[in-house]
């Protein structure tokens, strides 16, 4: 499979370039030259495939021949080695969980998806890769996980100095082996910028990549999701209603996919916290992005999202065909909140906020008789632990896999500037 870049087509790479390099030389995303769906057989009988199957026919042509069939099918079995189960929270509304995995985010299988197709790439040269990612907390810990023990590749990960959950901080920290935590004194962005600076940087002879969802390798396998929950839900007959609570746009972007793969669903929702360039670019038509804002769903705080260029593709940059298949709802900390509450007072269910706000969506979308909405419940409310406990006044039980990570030693390099992150690199 071809991939070209959406700042300039005529820029193309394989699968394997695409997923080593992260982003094309000119900095456009990679996209896919075709896409074919299904076939309506397939379709039609899902609920007769594994989760293994159904992930190998969703991602196969996006790889092509560049893995052979029987490596692609034992990444798949590594890298989903867990349940996604939808739960109904209402008659109308049920949610899918994404938080079953080691650090309890959904970005665990995009993120072992990559290592895996990186340590197979690797394994046929004596090349190095370092993957280069900054993180406002679930990012981190996800890749850290998820490439620990990679051959070949090195992971150095930036995050900010007290701006991250303790949970989060000792996921990412903790592992040591072939993972660095650089703990940098400034926020995100900071973060943020200092990454993007190592990419254009001539003066470091490394190879360098992302592992954040701008890499296909970990963008692509989101598409499971869809079709996972489709799958339980098909017996239902009614027509199924996504809510994505969205920050870079990733997820839902994939779900786009997944959509375009012949999966049966005509609108997804993006929730937003604040954070709420694509609802007013839906609303108003003009594309303004404002410094991004702090809230309790901080996973999501992003105002420019990097995958939206590639949901404009899929509808061919025709604003009228996105807004006839996107909704897009912003809502603030104060909504988020009363979400939380009223979700455990109808139904018993701890949500987070990120999940939360997917709730939030699915209500203001305003669903009809023969719609079932599912918002995706995109981290395990441990995770937001202060937050959750103290908006439900409740106490949630510590699952093991976090509890694994609490008593371990964090290890991190602390650095302030540009130059200290390249001396580290260089070192
Ligand atoms: C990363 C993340 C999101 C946002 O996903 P995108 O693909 O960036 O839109 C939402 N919720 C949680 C918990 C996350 O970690």
Not at 27 to 50: A, N, V
Not at 173 to 180: A, E, H, K, R, S
Not at 345 to 373: C, R, T
Request: proline content about 4%; overall charge negative.
């Amino acid at each position: 499979m071809k991939y070209f870049s959406l700042s300039n087509h005529s820029i193309q790479a394989s699968f394997k370039d695409a997923v080593i390099q992260g982003l094309a030389p000119d900095r456009g995303l990679f996209f896919p030259e075709s896409i074919t769906p299904l076939s309506k057989d397939f379709m039609d009988s899902i609920e007769q495939y594994s989760n293994h199957e159904i992930a190998f026919e969703a991602i196969k042509q996006f790889v092509g021949d560049e893995i052979p069939s029987d490596v692609l099918k034992e990444i798949i079995q590594e890298t989903l080695t867990f349940e996604f189960p939808v739960v109904p929270i209402s008659d109308q509304i049920s949610t899918l969980e994404l938080f079953h995995g080691p650090t309890m985010a959904f970005k665990d299988v995009g993120a072992k998806f990559m290592a895996k197709c990186l340590e197979y790439f690797n394994s046929e040269s004596d090349d190095h890769v370092t993957v280069l990612v900054a993180t406002s907390g679930d990012t981190g810990g996800a890749v850290a996980n998820g490439f620990l023990g990679t051959k070949g590749v090195d992971v150095v990960i930036l995050y900010p100095s007290g701006k991250v959950s303790d949970i989060q901080e000792k996921q990412l920290t903790t592992l040591g082996q072939n993972i660095t935590a650089l703990e940098v004194n400034g926020v995100f962005d900071d973060c943020q910028d200092m990454v993007k600076t190592a990419f254009l940087d001539g003066g470091i002879p490394k190879k360098l990549t992302s592992a954040n969802s701008i890499n296909i390798a970990r963008w692509l396998p989101q598409m499971f999701y869809f079709f996972f929950a489709y799958k339980q839900l098909k017996s239902t007959g009614k027509e199924i209603v996504f809510s994505v609570p969205s920050g870079n746009f990733g997820n839902i972007c994939a779900g786009f996919m997944a959509q375009k793969l012949g999966l049966p669903v005509k609108t997804l929702v993006a929730s937003t916290n604040v954070n709420d360039t694509v609802p007013n670019f839906l609303a108003s038509g003009e594309y303004d992005v404002q410094p991004s804002i702090a809230t309790i769903s901080n996973a999501m705080d992003v105002s420019d999202p990097s995958n939206f260029i590639r949901i404009q593709q899929l509808f061919n940059n025709d604003f009228n065909r996105l807004k006839e298949h996107l909704a897009s709802f912003s809502f603030s900390d104060e909504l988020t909140r009363k979400a939380m509450i009223e979700i455990f007072e109808n139904s018993d269910y701890i949500a987070d906020p990120h999940g939360a706000v997917g709730y939030l969506g699915l209500k203001e979308f305003n669903l009809n008789s023969n719609q079932i909405g599912v918002f995706l419940e995109t981290a395990h409310p441990v995770k937001f632990l202060p937050v959750v406990e103290k908006t439900l006044n409740v106490n949630v039980a510590i699952p093991s896999q976090i509890e694994k990570v609490m008593n371990k030693e964090k290890k991190s390099i602390h650095i302030s500037t540009y130059e200290d992150l390249k001396g580290y690199l260089n070192s």
